[in-house]
């Protein structure tokens, strides 16, 4: 009860088994304006067929270890702000879950008061709404050289830490991004979806890399402020130092991070940089004057 008067404890949600975070946990952790600031890159823009692949959650719920339900998914200003950026500088994309069902997106972390951010998302609604199945796409053999894929973006949302982590479709495509020598680009919790393995024994290929992630000691703290009903039964942070992918961080600043080809973010805050590194690593990459 002191909890509720507090503003401290998970709020059920209205339809549905699962909890969203406490009033405290979104104020504190959900932005009503995103940091979204719109360039025109100089007046560059990208004209051609290369596209990026978004890997997004089917997920809705994550159970705690207290049994307890996170209604979760991709986080919308994770996932809008740098795909923002990217279609601002001329890339197209495409959205992939791992069998085809809808993307899951955490209707609580709209920011709520960005009409830039709410005016993207109203537009490529259906990419969300009807993606591509990586099933398929593995199955198809669409992996490969020639593919108009230039990078996969993995948005943030404790969402990318339910179901993508024990894909082997996903391993197969995080061993093709770095083996072909494509961009992987992670935003706070999509670098959880980093530790899939193929059905190989080998070395996860982002071995020796170093990256900034939401921080486990924060996900730690969150169930006291009621932004999650319960203790995780896991951390990606810890999981990607077992895959021996460095992380660097241990505070939320906003800050990227450029490890060749992979490019990362440490939260929601970083979201606008991350989108504006990404496309200019695509430019020069590309060509693009």
């Not at 494509?182 to 899939?196: E, Q």
Request: with cysteine.
């Amino acid at each position: 009860m002191i909890r509720k008067v507090l503003g401290i404890a998970p709020t059920k949600e209205k339809n549905g088994p699962g909890y969203i975070p406490s009033p405290m946990g979104r104020k504190f952790g959900v932005d009503k304006v995103s940091g979204y600031k719109a360039t025109d890159f100089e007046g560059r823009k990208y004209q051609g067929n290369k596209k990026v692949l978004v890997l997004c959650t089917e997920e809705r719920y994550f159970e705690m270890a207290n049994g307890k339900l996170f209604s979760t998914g991709n986080n919308v200003q994770e996932t809008m702000v740098p795909l923002m950026h990217l279609v601002n500088g001329g890339f197209n994309f495409d959205v992939v879950t791992s069998t085809g069902k809808p993307a899951i997106l955490e209707e609580w972390s709209v920011p709520i008061k960005d009409k830039a951010v709410l005016a993207f998302r109203e537009e490529h609604q259906t990419k969300f709404d009807t993606p591509l199945s990586l099933k398929a796409l593995v199955a198809g053999n669409a992996l490969k050289g020639d593919s108009d894929y230039i990078a996969l973006f993995l948005p943030g949302g404790h969402g990318s830490m339910v179901g993508l982590p024990d894909d082997k479709n996903v391993g197969k495509l995080l061993r093709w991004i770095e083996t072909s020598d494509r961009y992987l680009v992670a935003v706070c919790h999509g670098p959880a979806a980093m530790i899939a393995k193929d059905q190989s024994n080998a070395p996860n290929p982002y071995r020796g890399y170093k990256m900034v992630a939401f921080p486990d000691k924060f996900d730690k703290q969150s169930p006291s402020l009621g932004y999650l009903p319960g203790q995780l039964t896991w951390f990606q942070c810890e999981a990607l130092e077992k895959e021996g992918i460095e992380v660097i961080n241990d505070k939320i600043t906003g800050a990227t991070h450029v490890d060749r080809k992979l490019i990362s973010g440490d939260s929601p805050k970083a979201c606008d940089e991350l989108g504006k590194i990404t496309v200019a690593a695509l430019f020069k990459e590309l060509q693009v004057r």
